[in-house]
């Protein structure tokens, strides 16, 4: 059975801040592993990272794929109160677009 | 472009019915999803559609079920309510089958009392 596992459960930062979110799997013919932002109800896609693409950087916001240690990290820097959010990661195995998601950081960023 | 919209956003049913929710995916995508969210277990797969047709389904009892219409709008219907089925249900649609990038709609939230 395929399983993600996320730490920490929770943080707390000040604005300017930088985080390190870790995201941990284990998951029967690995395709792809993806990272979420949930604000409110839907969950918002940040990042996908493969084989072929193990780092990706969007703003203050980049991620790293460690295929050899099956895991990942979100980094975000210079926080901001917008970015308080649960942060989900998931990974795709071969069955089409089932993902199994790890259950969140919580991300609280304070003025 | 309008986004994932899911219908109804609230409701309230009792132990023994059942429900049906509704997902109208972005234009174009043809691959519909299904995820149970509660606190206590996260975001759980339950299926996805593709094309009309069930292409993969988690691990949840037969009282969930769903279908895909030519127009690939979905249901979702869950019969013999439990308490435990008390949670957001989330939508989301997708270009291809395999893709990962999934849009998630606002969900469905579910309370059975």
């Known amino acids: 059975e395929d399983k993600v596992v996320q730490s920490p459960l929770s943080l707390v930062v000040h604005e300017g801040d930088t985080v390190t979110l870790n995201c941990s799997y284990e998951v029967t013919n690995f395709r792809s592993l993806l990272w979420y932002k949930q604000e409110k109800k839907a969950p918002t896609f940040l990042f996908m990272l493969?084989?072929?693409?193990i780092e990706k950087k969007s703003g203050r916001l980049s991620s790293i794929l460690d295929k050899k240690e099956l895991s990942s990290i979100l980094n975000i820097t210079a926080t901001q109160t917008g970015d308080s959010a649960i942060y989900l990661c998931a990974v795709a195995g071969n069955a089409g677009n089932m993902l199994t998601f790890g259950g969140g950081t919580r991300l609280m960023v304070k003025p | 472009k309008a986004g994932v919209t899911q219908t109804p956003r609230y409701l309230i049913k009792t132990r023994g019915q059942q429900v049906t929710l509704s997902c109208s995916p972005i234009?174009?995508?043809?691959?519909v999803s299904w995820y149970q969210q509660t606190p206590g277990q996260g975001l759980q797969f339950l299926f996805e559609y593709f094309s009309e047709t069930q292409r993969n389904k988690g691990n949840f009892p037969g009282r969930f079920s769903g279908r895909q219409f030519s127009n690939s709008r979905s249901e979702m219907n869950v019969s013999t309510l439990e308490l435990g089925d008390s949670a957001l249900y989330l939508c989301a649609s997708s270009l291809r089958q395999i893709t990962g990038e999934l849009f998630f709609g606002e969900g469905s939230r579910l309370t059975v009392l």
């Open positions: 234009s174009g995508h043809r691959s």
């Open positions: 493969t084989s072929s693409g």
